[in-house]
Structure formats: C-alpha cells, structure tokens
C-alpha cells in the first residue's frame, strides 16, 4: 500500500474541500481506510473511516453530518468531502490503511499500518 493524499488548501469558514487518498500500491483483499488530523502539538485525531468495501463508516462528533468519506475501489481512491468548514478543522490532514481483514474501523493511530504524507487544511475565519 502506497498512500498519496491531495486536496488542501486554504477555504473560507463556511465552504468545502474535498480530500484525496490515492494508493498507488497493490493490495489483493483491499484494505480499511482512516483520515486523521493533527494540529501542532497534538497527535493524531481520528476523523472518519471506511470499510473495504464502502458499505460501513464511522465519523468523529466534531465532524458527523459536516464530513462525508467514500471509496471507488476501481480507482484505488478514498475521499472524504468536507462542509461546512470551521477555524477549528485547520489542521494537517492524513490518509491510513489497514490491510488486515476486519469488520471494525478502527479510530486510534496505532491500529493503521499505513500512512500517506500529510496535506494542509486551513480555514480562515
């Protein structure tokens, strides 16, 4: 698994962005996909998941009804579509994978073994 995320950039409070995570590597069974953040000083925060085949996904609180994450696993990709933005959503933003079978999504770090670079969300007030 070779993650690849893109899609940051700089929005006003109010208005979207849409991520993407692109896996350039091969995987045979497919894999379970994360997105974190991370602000300075603080570690990674789970934001939302999904199962490897799209049909299962877990979201954060602070981002439920505001964030949506899909997958097209005919492109290899994971997205997560972001509204509604605030100030505080600014923050690094990372893609993870899990390629060992699970029918759980798992929201703390060290359950991913895969990660892609990080790319800057930033939302100005």
């Known amino acids: 698994v070779q993650l690849q995320a893109s899609g940051g950039g700089l929005v006003q409070a109010g208005g979207s962005l849409s991520l993407s995570c692109a896996n350039s590597?091969?995987?045979?069974?497919?894999?379970?996909a994360g997105w974190f953040r991370q602000v300075p000083g603080k570690g990674r925060e789970f934001i939302a998941g999904?199962?490897?085949?799209?049909?299962?996904?877990s979201y954060a609180n602070s981002v439920k009804g505001r964030f949506t994450i899909s997958r097209d696993n005919a492109k290899n990709t994971v997205n997560l579509q972001m509204n509604s933005l605030k100030p505080e959503d600014t923050a690094v933003y990372y893609c993870a994978a899990k390629t060992a079978y699970s029918t759980v999504i798992g929201t703390t770090q060290n359950w991913y073994a895969y990660w892609g670079q990080g790319t800057q969300v930033t939302v100005s007030s």
């Open positions: 999904i199962t490897r085949s799209g049909g299962s996904t």
């Open positions: 590597g091969r995987t045979s069974s497919g894999f379970t």
